[in-house]
């Protein structure tokens, strides 16, 4: 096998994979093992290898495994011996063969993919235990409308293996109703004469395994019949819906008909099936990362990625499906400036092209309306449809009439002989939002002015029950505008709305479609307020269960108001939950938690970092009771055993009030503890459960500080950078948090703390991986991070392996920083060599505009560079074999066409070339005219006249100014340095230390030896040459 092929689609300018050197390696050392061996030693070889532990084993399964994926030839061989040496059932084997196909399909080269599916045959043949999970991860890589070559290649592949080995996939009773959801999905994307046999064997795959296991197919519930309604008129699938619609007990005993399928929720993986896991990845960091107000550029991408095609359209349903049924936001995600999912979903209505596709996103997302049971169905899986009406209202009203229509009419028309039942579902729907408070009132909703009379008409007879008597009346005009007036005020949340509180939030684009639109107040993005910190809670049953002197103290401090007086009490209060360790156990410490949240909650709620920054100021503000807490937390000595329950009551505190974190840091930094190293922080967190770590703990303290206070977050920076190196140097995740809220004074203050030697927020290692996630930020998070590392002093070699693979367009703001670095700098090898890697772009200006500049300043230098980098990839002389074009010497070194495209491009732009005419690269040009393809001399026969017209040129001229001697003198010169070409550098050099050293006129400077032009020269790739 050629181990240079490689498993992964990969280039010179990334790293490489970590997955894909770990298999690499693994495969080198069963290669070390069995190499010269014939096969019944290797088997021994192997098999005693195996024996020597775990790491040696999954070495082997490992290895094996890349061999297979990479070496068609050998791939039985290699599975036979798989087979032999392994000691777990293929669990190793299967688990990393799972995580490829999870992780990197997209980046597997085709013989790759092709030997999965070989793999994944030959296990399904075996009847290998786990080879299920193959089956599924596979399905999981069929993307919904798309329709590519590639990807119809892995559906049928898949379909291949299952109706092949049928009898196999009966005994899973869990993987077929997902190979089902699955295919009648992607039927639905296979239309054309050039997909009838595929589609044919598709629908009758389903429609044959529907019927002979429908009761497992049950399962699925309501999203069955909505799928099941898309190919029902296909011929394969008509005597099926028409068993479904009028005799059920033909399926299955126990089936009572669709309206037991409409009764039941589909559970979220099937949803989750039917996207890809990097769809799936990218709609999660839309739906959690980017701000409200700053997604257009997501989801422009998102559009490009994967809704541009016309096949694509459909997939809308399933992404709506997904939002609504599987992704449900936190409360905490909720109360933030995310953007919401009923803004999302709206975005995909909007921008759908497709009357067809339209009417089934509309479908999906109204789907858990039809037969919603308050018992059993979720809120959240209603609440985004009710939202996108709602808040579409003056921006987008088009959008709520429709969605309004749409609910109307499917009461009647969906299933007519169930229509009472979907209305009954529908009005439990709207009457749960309205006791869950998504929404304060119907009315601004049914009887807006904007919409049309007669649709206010129908939905007044359909949601009879909902109108109020004002409405009922028809005389409603003037409320219903002050309603709509109040769309204005300003929202507590977005997502769900207060009372009397209404949202005026937008879609992504810049459309508005109001007949108010050019009232300034509304057009305008309303930020989300700041919600209180800690909600009250009574605590009176909580005191009751707190017991001695603890409650005593307690109360105590409960009754206080004195500031002075509560810290004395709170202090005597940490005392006896010391005193009491044995009896303090966790369930007191939450209770007493729930209490001192509460009775300091006035603190949790206003911010603690005082304006004027001075030392009593700062030891002012730690004297409130929740830093006598603190404090005598942090004076406590680490061995001692009472630090135990005020852990415990702390970590009790913090999942309550997650403030105490940044609080914490905050103390260990101006308290002027013994403790330089927040030693107690990284206590207190290793005393947390649930999986807390000292990163994923220091980062949401950070973001929550960040959001409370951004003077104190940056306060805090220098220290927390200086100590929790490992955790925050180089983390791109609080560089980004840093970046997203700080402002030109306080990049000013950081920049200062890293000049002082105060700061560090890079490390080598991690610094492209930083640069490369720094590419999606905002335009003004980028310029703020080029900023920090220029305070830095980050060598340009750092950055430079980055530089080919950026966009002139899409990356500017790295880009511009990076010519500004360059621009201070003087040329270079390293420097140089990928500057010329980039592909020379019409309009990218970047190579152009810094060789020119450099040219101004160091024009010798940089031509002997360009001259230098010709040589390496030109074998440095004439007479070598024809390059080949877009050859080269080294994979990170540019080729022969990339060169002189920037140097022709350079050409066209720039008005002074100079450059051009300097002899380092006139010889270069020369030197490549000998050894150039017929392509490359017609791709650049432009630059390459000029430096014949400019050897001309000054030759006739020098000689014309020169008396006879020397005038032959120097012809001879010029066509000796044509004709060794080989000695053209020294030549070069010996006549510029020559010109340095004499003061010679401008004529006897200008002669330099360089190839003369030849007349009649033979053919390159003649034989005689």
Known sequence: MDQQKGLLISNVYECKDELEERLERCYNAVTSLVNGLSEREANDALNSHVCKGAQQHEEVQIGLLYAILTDPANAPKHYRDINLVTRDSFTIMLNRLNQIVFEKWLKLKDIGRSQILWLTRELVKNSVLGADGAINTLLRQIAGGDITPKNVWLAESVLDILAEYRSWLDKFPGLVPTVIYTFLRVIVYHTGQIFHNLRQREAEFTASLLRDKWTECMGIGRDLVRLLQNVARLPEFESLWRDVMLKPTVLAPNFTGIQQLLGTRTSRKYQIARLTPDMENKLIFLTTKVKFGQHKRYQDWFQRQYLSTPESQSLRCDLIRYICCVFHPSNELLCSDIIPRWAVIGWLLQTCTSNVAASNAKLSLFYDWIFFDPEKDSI?????????????????????????????????????????????????????????????????????????????????????????????????????????????????????????????????????ESPLANNKTESTFRPIRDPQRYQSVDITEHLQQLDGDIRYFTEQLLNETVQEDQCEKIDRLMQMVVRDDEDFDGDMAAIL?????????????????????????LEESIGTPLFVMLRFLSSTQEESPSRAPLFSLLGEMYLKQPRIGYNLLYFLKVGKANDEKMQTYRDFVRTLEDGHTLESCLLADMKICEEDDVRLFTFLLPDIYTQFPNVCVGNAELLQLVVSSIDGSQLQELICQILQGNLVMFRKESFLKVLNASLDWETLEQYFLWQLITAHNIPLDYVMPMLPKLDYHCHAEALTSIMVLLKQDCPSSDLLRPILCRECKKNDFFTVSILNYWAQEFEDKLADLIYTQFSKVNGGTPNKKRLRPGSTAKKDSPSTDQILAHLDHMRQICRNISLLQHSSIQTALQQIQQTASDSQKTKFSDLLALAEDIADL????????????????????????????????????????????????????????????????????????
Not at 493 to 501: A, G
Not at 595 to 616: A, H, R, S, Y
């Open 380 to 512: 959240m899986n209603i609440e985004p449809a009710v939202l996108v009406m709602f808040y579409s209202i003056k921006p987008h009203p088009a959008i709520t009439a429709t969605l309004l229509d749409f609910l109307c009419r499917i009461m009647n028309n969906f299933c007519p002989m169930y229509a009472e039942q979907v209305r009954s579902g529908i009005h439990k729907s709207l009457k749960t939002i309205l006791d869950k408070r998504v929404l304060p009132s119907l009315q601004p909703l049914f009887e807006n002015p904007k919409l049309d009379k007669e649709l206010r008409a129908l939905v007044r007879t359909t949601f009879t029950e909902f109108m109020t008597t004002d409405m009922v009346k028809g005389d409603e005009e003037e409320s219903v505008n002050k309603e709509v007036a109040s769309l204005d005020m300003d929202e507590e949340t977005n997502h769900i709305v207060p009372d009397n509180d209404l949202s005026d939030a937008a879609f992504s684009d810049d459309e508005d």
């Open 954 to 1025: 000054k030759t006739s001229r020098v000689l014309r100014g020169l008396p006879g001697r020397r005038a032959a003198a120097a012809a001879a010169s010029s066509t000796s340095s044509g004709n060794k070409s080989s000695s053209a550098g020294k030549s070069r050099k010996l006549v510029i230390d020559d010109s340095e050293s004499e003061s010679s006129s401008s004529e006897e400077e200008a002669i330099k030896p360089r190839a003369k032009k030849r007349k009649k020269a033979p053919p390159v790739d003649d034989d005689s040459d």
């Open 593 to 617: 938690a729930t209490c001192l949240c509460q009775i300091l909650i006035d603190q949790f709620n206003t911010n603690i970092f005082p304006e004027d920054i001075d030392d009593e100021s």
